[in-house]
């Protein structure tokens, strides 16, 4: 059984590695990052419940309106649901330290949220990878890009701009603060320190987004969520 999983990690790690390495290279079409890290982003982007959300809008609603006895209660309410969070988590390690994660997979595969998400990502995939060919040109032309060139995007709305460069996946999110607070994003903390105050937002059909660069930036070229802003690649 040792073997076994040893092995596979292996697998995953050389995967891993792999990918991270293609990921940061010029060889990919941007149309073919895209749709990677839309999967990477299915299976890793944190998501907040709803009581967590529904409590994060009325603290900013209580500190909008000064009511710092209301703020602080909500604050508490708030430290309980993600001590009780936190220790759902740790539930989870255990069961996956007991069983391999193909096996824990598989007795979800009829499990509506389950479904819910697999199929959210085959929809998405099978969007972008028919925009991809059926405009292949922008991709070639972006793909001579150097190694260490970036894109960068244009936000504006109402006679003000931003921009937004494509990062790489895993730069933090503070770093292009403004961008995210123009867009309506709200940050907790300072400078190294701020953290995003939630890590979803809802697109146009009510369906909820992890937040990150490639989300904005798609649903913002399909203009999917985001009503009147517009984006242009420099």
Aim: aromatic letters at 6%; charged letters at 25%.
């Amino acid at each position: 059984m040792s073997d076994s999983n040893t092995a596979e990690s292996v697998v995953t790690l050389s995967s891993k590695a792999e990918y991270e390495n293609s990921i940061n290279l010029s060889q990919h079409v941007p149309q073919a990052k895209t749709i990677s890290e839309m999967v990477l982003d299915a299976f890793q982007s944190t998501r907040e419940s709803d009581q967590i959300r529904g409590l994060r809008a009325a603290i900013r609603q209580a500190h909008d309106s000064f009511d710092d006895d209301k703020a602080y209660e909500l604050m508490g309410q708030l430290k309980q649901l993600k001590d009780a969070e936190a220790a759902d988590i740790a539930a989870l390690e255990d069961l996956s330290s007991k069983f391999p994660i193909s096996r824990i997979l598989s007795s979800f595969k009829d499990d509506p949220a389950f479904q819910e998400i697999v199929y959210g990502l085959a929809l998405k995939v099978l969007n972008q990878t028919h925009q991809a060919i059926s405009n292949p040109s922008g991709g070639k032309s972006k793909a001579a890009k150097t190694k260490k060139e970036i894109e960068v995007f244009t936000i504006s709305k109402d006679g003000v701009s931003v921009t937004l460069p494509l990062r790489t996946p895993r730069s933090r999110l503070n770093v292009d603060r403004e961008a995210l607070e123009f867009l309506g994003f709200t940050f907790v903390g300072e400078g190294d320190e701020a953290e995003l105050e939630s890590e979803t937002f809802l697109d146009n059909s009510g369906a909820e987004q992890a937040v990150n660069r490639k989300n904005i930036i798609t649903a913002l070229q399909q203009q999917t969520a985001f009503d009147g802003y517009s984006i242009a690649a420099q």
